[in-house]
């Protein structure tokens, strides 16, 4: 990155014999050239936010005699940038290279790995229990339609690790199988990506059970395993999140490519003053009543309800008209977005999310 500029060195002396007089010096325009670091980040939708830094350049002395002229040699200027380092967790999903695996929480297991996937995975592409919510009609045929919600996707892997070759190594086996399918020591879904013949597709769930069956096929080296996971949120998700900007007083078409609602994640930069969103296709409001200064971000997480500006919740300043945070969806295909602001909102808001299926 190359900056123009006029710059004076510090003020040379004149001397004349005994005398000292101060001279004006005049430099022409020069370029200083700082060169930054090679900045890779490869991670979907990732943001690099640098905080505000002072670039110093140290002119060399200058003294001259009275008469003499000045002519400066091509010199250096050294500018130290600050260190930049970015941290992205592991994409899940990112072991699956072929058809029929399946990866839990970074284990992968099927074709290709020591552990088989056995057809068909239950659970994975039906529709999760749905609760009715009509409400029968006291006095007439039918009811009353209310909205239908879905109940917990329970997904059932049967496994079948393989040691033929030396059935007395399929301990070893069930072993790094009981390692990754423990029961978690706090409620924090872990990622399942399961690819059939198309595209893999993710959910977030936690292992409920696990039933290996110590049989005939035990002894042979080929045991099964069922193991039952239970996805609180039944949805299914694409792997990759996408990252959509919008400018203030912009309005911008959202494509959400499954055939459910998802929740996107919004990142709003300062400063702004008292942000809204409008999505036209569901005629659904998300503003707060706040300021947000500069070098502060507002993150809205619509799927937990939340909303903090550096990490301090906000929440008691939505407005009236807002739906609720968790209300908040882009439905699925083409959803129209609005981001308005009192005041501010020099750089755009990020939305980012993924295609959902249910």
Not at 43 to 72: D, I
Not at 170 to 188: H, M, P
Not at 263 to 269: E, G, K, Q, V
Request: hydrophobic share 40%; charged share 20%; aromatic share 6%.
């Amino acid at each position: 990155m190359a900056r123009a500029g006029r710059s004076y060195p510090n003020r040379p002396i004149v001397v004349k014999g005994r005398y000292y007089r101060a001279a004006d010096l005049v430099l022409d325009p020069f370029e200083v050239e700082a060169e930054w670091p090679a900045l890779t980040v490869v991670t979907p939708s990732a943001q690099v936010l640098l905080g505000p830094f002072e670039v110093e350049a140290e002119w060399p002395p200058v003294t001259l005699f009275y008469g003499q002229s000045l002519s400066l040699a091509p010199f250096e200027v050294e500018a130290e940038w600050p260190e930049i380092t970015v941290s992205t967790p592991i994409r899940p999903g990112d072991s699956i290279t072929q058809a029929g695996q399946v990866e839990w929480n970074g284990t992968l297991w099927g074709p290709g790995t020591d552990v088989a996937v056995l057809i068909p995975i239950e659970g994975w592409r039906s529709t999760p229990t749905i609760d009715n919510l009509n409400v029968s009609k006291p006095s007439a045929h039918g009811a009353w339609n209310a909205r239908k919600l879905a109940q917990q996707r329970l997904v059932t892997i049967r496994l079948q690790p393989n040691s033929a070759s030396d059935p007395d190594m399929i301990d070893d086996l069930l072993d790094e199988i009981d390692a990754v399918t423990g029961i978690a020591d706090d409620d924090t879904p872990l990622p399942l990506v399961v690819r059939l013949r198309g595209a893999p597709q993710l959910a977030f769930g936690q292992i409920i059970d696990r039933d290996p069956d110590i049989g005939g096929d035990y002894n042979a080296g080929v045991p099964t395993v069922t193991i039952l996971i239970a996805c609180g949120d039944a949805r299914r998700y694409g792997i990759d999140r996408t990252g959509v900007s919008i400018p203030v007083g912009g309005t911008v078409q959202v494509i959400n490519a499954g055939n459910t609602g998802t929740h996107p994640i919004i990142r709003i930069p300062g400063p702004v003053v008292n942000p809204t969103l409008v999505n036209a296709a569901t005629g659904r409001i998300l503003g707060f009543a706040t300021t947000v200064e500069a070098g502060e971000q507002l993150e809205i997480d619509t799927d937990k309800g939340n909303a903090t500006v550096n990490g301090d919740s906000i929440m008691s300043t939505l407005t009236g008209a807002s739906a609720p945070v968790p209300g908040w969806v882009i439905k699925a295909g083409t959803n129209a977005i609005t981001y308005t602001a009192s005041s501010g909102g020099d750089s755009p808001l990020t939305l980012l999310y993924r295609d959902a299926w249910i």
